[in-house]
Each structure stands twice: as C-alpha cells, then as structure tokens.
C-alpha cells in the first residue's frame, strides 16, 4: 500500500509527518513510502536521506492514488476531497475547530485518525502526539521567557555580590507545564505551579517545584484532563493566584481544556501588578489564550501599575514548529505507531475493536465517529 | 562631591552605570547623586527609585559641574570635553579602539578610569566589568543559541524514544565561555572545550565538561588573558579543531585578545562541514568575530557542504544589554566598588600609589597614563 507524506503547507509550519528513521519502519511493515520533495527540508532532512531510507521522492502527492496519507496540520476541505474512499488518514485534525475539514473527509468517504483523539492510555502512549509536541511547547516556553527576561535564571555569587534566581510561575501542570517546570529548575530558577487537578500535587514536587495550594474544588475530568470552573470558583482562583502572579518574574501558563477555549486564568490587572521587566508566557495563546490580552504570535508590552515599566506578555504559536527537528522525530514515529497498530501483511486495515483505533478514528466510511464532533456539527446544522 | 550618572545614548544599549542599589552606597560614601532622568528605566529602575535611594533626578546632566562622572559605554569625544578639568569619569573606554576620545579626555585634563584595565588581582574582582558583563554574555549566548537550534538540549527518553542530547563545543574558555559551559550543561547538553591557555583544561573539567587537547604550543599571557598564536600554529589549531567543530550541534566562541582583533579559530569550511540546522554563536563578533563570515548583530545562513540544510551563524552583540538589569546590577556595583576605592570623607581623591587606581587610570592631568594606549596614540600622530 502507498503511504503519502505531503510538504506542509501552512505559514510557519516547519515540521514534516515522516523522518528517514520513521520511513524505514513503514517501509519495515512492507508499505511503500512517497515523499514530497522539500517535505522534510526545515526540519533538516534532505531528499536524499528519503532516498537512501528507500521512499519514492515525487514533486507532488497524486492524492486519489494514495492509500494512506500522513499529514501534521489539519487538512483543508479541498485536499479531503480530493482523496479515494476508503483512503486512511493520519495526522493532527483539531476536530473542535475543523467542522468543514471533518464534513469533507466523511463526505469523501476517508478513514480519518486525529493524533488528537488517541487515548490517554499506556499502550497508547507511543502515538500520543498531544504528549511529544506538548514537552517541546513546555522546553521551549522556558527559552522564550529567559530570552526575554532581562535578569538571569540561576541563582550567582560573583565577586560583584550575589543574584538571587528567577522566580518562574506555572499554572497548568500537564505535560507541557511540567516540562516547563523542569527546564525552569534545570536552568536555576526557583520555581512554583498550580494545577486544579489534586494529582498534580505530587507530580509538581516530584519535579522539584513548590505546589501552591488555592484551596479551591478540585476540577478532574477523564483522562487526566482539566475540566472546567464555574464562574465563582473561576474568579475566586484568580483572586487566589494574584499574590503569586506579583511575586514572580516569569509567569508561564499552559492551561487548556480539550474542545474548548482556554480558560481565563490571569487578568490584565494580575499581569500589571508584576515587577517591570516580568515574562508571561501564554502557551493557551492558539485557543483563546489563558491571559487577558494575549495576541497569539505576538509579544505585547503591559504597563506596570506602578508606572515604573512594562511586562512583556508573549502568545506563544507554533511553539513545536519551531524546534522541527526534535518535534518531528517524535511526531513522525508517533504516526508511524499509530500506522504499526493498523498493519499486518503490508495492509492498513484499521480494527475497530481495538479501543486505540476506535478512540483515534474521527470519521470512516461517511459517519463522523466521535461522538462530541458528530454533535457539534449536528449542531451546526440545525443552526 | 557630585557624582553624575547619565542616560546611555548609543543605540541599543539598556544598560546603566548606577541601580538604587548603587545610589545608596555612593551616598553612604559623603557623595551627592545626580540621575539623569530615564536613565533606568531600560534596566527597570524608575526615577522614583532613584528618588527614593536618594539621587537627585536631573533633566539633563551638566557636565561641567560634575565631580564624578559615571558611564557604561565609551564616551564621545564632544562629551570629555565638556568635562572640567579635573574631573573623574569611570566606565568602559575600549583605549584600544576610542583613540579619538582618549586624546580629548587628556585634552580636557580628565581623570579617566577605563574599567577594562581594573587589573586582574583578587582585590580588585568586585570592580571588574569585563568579568561581569562577560558572565552575562556566556549565559546568554547559550540562551541564544538553544533559541535557534531545532533541538532540545537535553537528553530525553519518551514514549515515542529516546532523543540524545545536543552536542555543544566551546572555544575560548575564559569567563564568558565557562559560563557558557555551566549554562548548556546546566540544560543538559554534552559539552567539550578547548582554549590556548593550558590551565584551562582543569577549569574546564571543574565545569563538568570535557577538554579537547589539540597537541598545541601552549600560549597564555599575563593576567590570565590568551596571547596571539603564529599563523603556522593557528593554521594548525583550526585543522585539529575541524572534526570537532563538524562533530557539534552548537558551537559558542568567545577567543578574544585584549587590544587586538579576535583570533581566527573557525573558518568557513569547517561551518559548512557541520550538519544542517547547527548553530554557531559567535561572541568575539563585535572584535573581528572568531568565525569568517561572522556579521556582527545579525544571523548569518551558511549551506551545509552537503547541500541538505544551512548552519545559522550568529554574530552576537550587546549580549550583555539584552539582560540590562542585572547587567547593570552588575556593573553599578563595579562602578561603585571602584569609586569607594578612591573615596575618603566624602571626597574622590585617586592614589597612584594603589595598583589598582594606577592600572585602571587611562588619562590623567593632560597624560595618557596606560603605556600601550599611550604608544597607540603616539604611532598614529607619526603616521
């Protein structure tokens, strides 16, 4: 069976669906491998290390004449309509926010995997592209903001006195806020976190961090996920946090909340009562954002209530793009997982018996399967 | 006496010569402070707390009615000589390149100290700027370097593999490459180094990296500081550096030789032979840079001899700056450290009998008093 992997067209996007490595293992399962040329050039793979890996280099994927196609950024409508019935896609879908691309997959009658929607469960874990792209989000946020901070992150005894170390805020301790934690600590700075999750108590000391208890209900939803706050509980973190938010130089949030826009977690007011100077991180910034102000892609300058300077409020974008190489290893080898399960014999036939492949499918054979997509654009339609 | 501290005007520059911090020990010295105002605010300190340290806060400074007068970069010549005669200016004068201002400063009778010739003895570490700044310069260029690499520094074992860490290779392992060898060891990368000086190589290990002998004629000059090495020799150095260079993900050099260009090490082929998304920090780029082809403040793309990518070669400049606050922590306390060193009751009175004074004064009473500065001057009026 012909397995495609397209250059990525989207601005900015440098990551690509397949590396040589990943290629060899599909080409292992007894598949053949078509790469477009250019694909992996941003994330530093050559033509020619596809060719040596033994892909078929093309200009241009023949869409209706592939029988899998991988991809990293959901697909346009356009481009599911151009592929066959009962052609396999994989790749990331952002089924909350694609309605069209979703209609148009089941409408061309393709069996489409959403990285997204694999389950959190151990087996699984090995094609969990939310969990590799997040730890990147997490390592990189730490760089954005030391970058910017015009202070340094460790603690320094010079001849000249001692620097005391950064003080970095995390709010949001899932995989990327824990990343955030430990590169924070690996680089010096004192570090703290909040989650509304009770589990994340332990998994923040276990990185090294102070956990801040808010006394406020705990919010656990399946899967390890956040849910949602009421309005009162939501406030009254805020008013919580406040002191927390003021006493840090580095503010890093990472709060999201699968399907729905992030939650509001810091004011304008909790970002200008920081020192001049302070970093904020916004990592929800692509959904909405988890700061009261938060341009996604852009750095903006918040005045300090005291008139003395401003903080630097970041919407981080494309946070795993930009570190192509490491985040398409992981990306490509969690494609080629999620391709290994669905193999056998040089065939892609997905099993819906299996709970991962029956979790991750968003649409086959016309009929949008997951459950809360389905609804939405049903929804939708009665609109 | 009344010590001014200006607002810096060259472009760029964020930092400042005097903190509240430093306010309040000059004053403890019997010394009045004159602020101009705004001076701080790029380094986070307002007028207000300056006011409140004690500092008079000044629209604009008046030159000729200082005492004191306290900088960071060098000054113009127009600026020495609006100072009286008489006067004491402390601050970065970079003698060997600032003949210009060297002649007004002895023109204009100014008692000029140029930091960068605090001599290198222990009492004198707490005024020394070039080893401040150039702790901050070390840390960053890490910073900038894991910034543009499209991989992760450390080592890490996911679900989806394990990623080796990133290979980092320093050259010139003087106060800023050290730092730089603690910060990417700090976020987990395998570091080696080497430098020209043999003692080095212990310091190096201390830092937990590994030291690259190259089989060389050794070559240290006095004061701890690197000595020029025969054409024949750097040939040499730079063809036993070339498997190493190639071997490395991040390459940081920070060779510099007080008063003179800075030394070759790395040259275009040798960038071209490292593998494509590597990255070269170039920390000696504002002196002549220790790679060909460096542009001093901008990114540089260098193809990769194989064809398949580009090496990023940065010519880093304003390092320090960019981290102005405690930058400026820094180099107020230098700033201060050096002017009680000089000050009794209340009055700056430098003693020529101190070696310390003696080594840090550039000009004095009409004369050029640092011997190579002075000869500098000397040969240019012949030419």
Chains 1, 2 share one sequence.
Do not use: W
């Amino acid at each position: 069976m012909r397995v495609g992997v397209s250059r990525e067209r989207r601005d900015g996007e440098r990551r690509v669906a397949a590396t040589p490595d990943s290629v060899r293992q599909l080409i292992g399962l007894g598949l053949e491998v078509l790469i477009e040329s250019g694909a992996g050039t941003a994330a530093g793979h050559s033509d020619q290390a596809y060719a040596d890996a033994g892909a078929e280099l093309v200009a241009e994927l023949e869409l209706d004449a592939l029988d899998v196609y991988a991809h990293v950024r959901p697909l346009s409508p356009e481009t599911a309509a151009r592929l066959r019935r009962g052609a396999v896609t994989v790749g990331l879908a952002s089924p909350a926010s694609e309605l069209p691309t979703v209609r148009a997959l089941a409408a061309a009658g393709v069996t489409a995997f959403a990285l997204e929607l694999v389950p959190r469960i151990s087996r699984a874990q090995s094609m969990d592209a939310l969990t590799s792209q997040a730890l990147i989000a997490g390592y990189r946020s730490v760089l954005e903001a030391a970058m910017r901070l015009p202070r340094f992150f460790p603690l320094y005894m010079t001849a000249a006195g001692t620097i005391p170390p950064a003080s970095v805020l995390v709010l949001g301790a899932g995989v990327a806020g824990l990343q955030a934690i430990g590169t924070a600590k690996r680089l010096g700075a004192r570090v703290s976190a909040n989650d509304v999750r009770p589990a994340s108590a332990d998994e923040v000391a276990s990185m090294g961090a102070t956990f801040i208890s808010l006394d406020l209900e705990a919010a656990e939803a399946s899967g390890g996920y956040a849910k949602e706050l009421g309005d009162d509980r939501a406030a009254m973190q805020r008013a919580l946090l406040a002191p927390h938010v003021a006493a840090s130089d580095v503010l890093i949030t990472t709060a999201a909340i699968p399907g729905r826009p992030a939650p509001l977690l810091v004011t304008s007011q909790m970002v200008a009562a920081m020192r001049p100077g302070s970093v904020v991180i916004d990592l929800a910034a692509e959904s909405g954002g988890n700061v009261e102000g938060t341009v996604a892609g852009s750095d903006v300058l918040v005045p300090t209530a005291d008139g003395a300077g401003t903080v630097t409020l970041v919407g981080l974008k494309d946070a795993a793009s930009a570190m192509a190489s490491d985040a398409s290893r992981l990306y490509a080898k969690n494609v080629a997982n999620l391709l290994e399960l669905m193999t056998a014999d040089g065939v892609v036939a997905p099993d819906f018996a299996d709970e991962v492949v029956a979790g991750a499918c968003l649409t086959d054979d016309g009929v949008v399967r997951h459950a809360p997509t389905a609804a939405a654009i049903e929804a939708e339609g009665a609109a």
